[in-house]
């Protein structure tokens, strides 16, 4: 199975922050990867694919990179509800599998 | 517009069973792989199984395997999750998504919850 790292696990940042979080992959998986957001209590929403890919109607103060092994979400200025749960999942191959995920907490 | 409707949460005793089941409108339900994954409470997610376009292949967590079973009717678009042998660490919210859940199309999540 592909091991995916994501980190940090938690940080806080004030309105206004660039903000970036990582996922490494333990073999290469090209481009197939995905970023979440989750609020509170609500369903998972795609905010990037194919790593670097915006999804239609995310704002554009977040961006995807990277490619092979090592990727990174970056949200360029933080927004109040911004503040929430990041996940990548890689999906090159079987088991599709989530990064442990990323709070990001108001400082 | 695409919709993914998951049913038949609830609350259950340890060793019993459940069965979910995933309405899906607004797309071609037998083009794509479908998946479920979960979520424990304050946890994160999990990808609990998958089947293919056809139905013909399965895939799933080491963590359910041989308890849980995914099938998938392309004639009533409807993803199924059997769960036998329920044990307190399978409570979680269940969510269908479509392909690898790597797409944009999840459902709202039903939650089972594994208690005495």
């Known amino acids: 199975d592909i091991q995916v790292t994501q980190s940090p696990s938690a940080m806080s940042a004030s309105v206004g922050d660039r903000v970036t979080i990582t996922c490494r992959a333990s073999q290469g998986i090209s481009n197939s990867l995905a970023w979440f957001q989750q609020r509170p209590g609500k369903v998972p929403k795609r905010l990037i694919y194919?790593?670097?890919a915006l999804e239609s109607g995310v704002p554009s103060r977040f961006s995807g990179s990277g490619s092979g092994t090592e990727f990174t979400l970056t949200i360029s200025s933080l927004q109040p509800e911004d503040f929430a749960t990041y996940y990548c999942?890689?999906?090159?191959?079987?088991?599709?599998?989530f990064g442990q995920g990323t709070k990001v907490e108001i400082k | 517009e695409v919709q993914l409707l998951e049913s038949g949460g609830g609350l259950v005793q340890p060793g019993g069973s459940l069965r979910l089941s995933c309405a899906v409108s607004?797309?071609?339900?037998?083009?794509?792989?479908m998946s479920w994954v979960r979520q424990a409470p304050g946890k994160g997610l999990e990808y609990v199984a998958g089947i293919s376009s056809s139905g013909g292949s399965a895939y799933y967590a080491d963590s359910v395997k041989g308890r849980f079973s995914i099938s998938k009717d392309n004639t009533k678009n409807t993803l199924d999750l059997q769960m036998n042998s329920l044990r307190a660490e399978d409570t979680a919210v269940y969510y269908c998504?479509?392909?690898?859940?790597?797409?944009?199309?999840w459902g709202q999540g039903t939650l089972v919850t594994v208690s005495s």
């Open positions: 607004g797309l071609t339900f037998s083009s794509y792989a």
């Open positions: 999942l890689q999906h090159k191959s079987y088991p599709p599998t």
């Open positions: 998504a479509k392909g690898q859940a790597e797409s944009t199309y």
């Open positions: 194919e790593a670097s």
